[in-house]
């Protein structure tokens, strides 16, 4: 009985363990996709040259609401699709999010124009880790 109380408790640890990693590493992958330089020029800017702040439709994918991501040095929204759909707002769309401890693969698109719900991006990245960072080794990024 004490062997399996014992073993029980590393499976738990280990589980825990396991999911912290996962959550940081899902940051870092989120991270990367909202800094690809190939979007930044479709993020749009207020006439004081800030930026408003940046929504990711909790819809396919959807994330931990505390999960620590920043954009331009404001944190992300997380928001349902009736909030999107009737906030005439940019947002982000996760599809995929395919995570190993070693690679990530990522498809999303992104609506930078409310008027005009055509007006998307369609991107999907390759990524792989190494030490405590993440790459993009291939990207296929298509405007609508």
């Not at 997380?78 to 990522?106: C, M, W």
Request: hydrophobic share 40%; glycine share 4%; proline share 5%.
């Amino acid at each position: 009985m004490k062997r399996f109380t014992l073993f029980f408790l590393i499976i738990v640890g280990l589980s825990f363990s396991l999911r912290g990693q996962s959550s940081g590493d899902m940051a870092k992958v989120l991270q990367k996709c909202l800094d690809l330089p190939e979007l930044e020029v479709y993020y749009p800017q207020n006439p004081d040259g800030s930026f408003d702040q940046f929504n990711i439709m909790q819809h396919g994918v959807s994330f931990p609401v505390d999960i620590q991501v920043s954009k331009f040095g404001r944190s992300i929204s997380f928001k349902s699709k009736q909030e999107i759909i009737h906030g005439n707002t940019t947002y982000f769309l996760f599809y995929d999010l395919t995570l190993t401890p070693a690679t990530a693969r990522v498809a999303y698109s992104y609506y930078y124009n409310p008027s005009d719900p055509e007006a998307v991006i369609i991107v999907n990245l390759e990524m792989e880790r190494s030490a405590n960072d993440w790459s993009v080794i291939q990207s296929k990024i298509e405007r609508r």
